[in-house]
């Protein structure tokens, strides 16, 4: 599958920082936490885990951006500030993308949605699996290999 997929590239609002996916995304989710709704000023944050050696940024200079901690270390646009992507401390295979900067991204549907303890009342995701929190570590592979699965059988589309 790896092997098949065409690259994507996506920019930030103003183009000066452009970044490619070279390989299909682990899984896409949707967190409803209230920090993803207020870093995207929406009512969730939609996420492509994307392989850590498949993410390279092309063109401009991401600066660490929002709120840092709890692990998390969000990058922006350094001009126009648009919220990219964000890395996990310890967590190095994969970083996650905010995949409706692609230069197509309608292939984004979440897989998966977390937090929905935090979900505002009318926000719906198609996302087959839910969490009220985070899944579990022990339940991550699993679930990265259900992605897989549903790429498999969906011709790559997620």
Not at 40 to 46: P, R, T, V
Request: net charge negative; glycine share 8%.
């Amino acid at each position: 599958m790896r092997d098949a997929f065409e690259a994507v590239v996506g920019t930030c609002r103003c183009g000066r920082t452009r970044f490619e996916m070279s390989a299909p995304p682990l899984m896409t989710a949707a967190c409803h936490c209230r920090g993803c709704q207020k870093m995207s000023a929406s009512a969730f944050s939609l996420t492509a885990m994307v392989p850590a050696d498949a993410f390279k940024v092309l063109e401009g200079d991401p600066v660490p951006a929002g709120v840092q901690g709890n692990g998390l270390a969000h990058f922006c646009c350094s001009h126009c500030k648009s919220w990219m992507f964000t890395r996990i401390d310890g967590v190095e295979a994969f970083v996650n993308v905010r995949p409706a900067l692609f230069d197509d991204p309608a292939w984004c549907t979440p897989f998966m949605e977390t937090m929905t303890s935090e979900r505002l009342p009318w926000a719906q995701t198609p996302a087959s699996h839910s969490y009220e929190g985070f899944p579990s570590m022990e339940e991550l592979p699993g679930l990265i290999q259900a992605f897989a699965d549903h790429l498999q059988a969906n011709g790559g589309v997620p």
